[in-house]
């Protein structure tokens, strides 16, 4: 029997080592940001997304209000929308407002540099206002 106990033991253990090692071969996030963009993230997938930014409270928080990605792309949203939403802490608002701002699309962003290259636009007004 003891016999037996041992080669039972060794046998587990090199299922465990083979195991562990395999795990230690794929390191895998936990959380991997989704490449979806973000308005078009379902409820659970803004929570794993927020969840990988190392906001899982602010995540349970949203997904109980059911917000979804199209919700926070809303070029509206504010930090007061996010308080009213139960987002007690400024720091996190502030940062869901950068992160939101980070997942932008880069047409998004191709547009707004058009914008403010555009002659008459909001900062070609305040250039030619400081030369007057």
Known sequence: QRGTRRRQARQRGE??????????????PL????????HQLVPAEVANWLE?????????????QGIDGAMLS?????DQDLLELGITLSIHRRRILQLILDARMPE??????????TPGSFHGEEEEEEHE
Do not use: F, I, W, Y
Not at 15 to 28: R, V, W
Not at 74 to 78: F, I, N, R, V
Not at 108 to 117: F, G, Q
């Open 15 to 28: 299922e465990g080592e083979e195991a562990s090692s395999t795990l230690a071969a794929k390191p895998q």
């Open 31 to 38: 959380h991997a940001p989704p490449t979806t963009p973000l």
């Open 52 to 64: 990988a930014h190392n906001l899982a409270a602010c995540a349970a928080v949203l997904v109980a």
């Open 74 to 78: 809303d070029p509206e949203l504010s």
């Open 108 to 117: 998004d962003a191709e547009v707004e540099e058009e914008l403010l290259a």
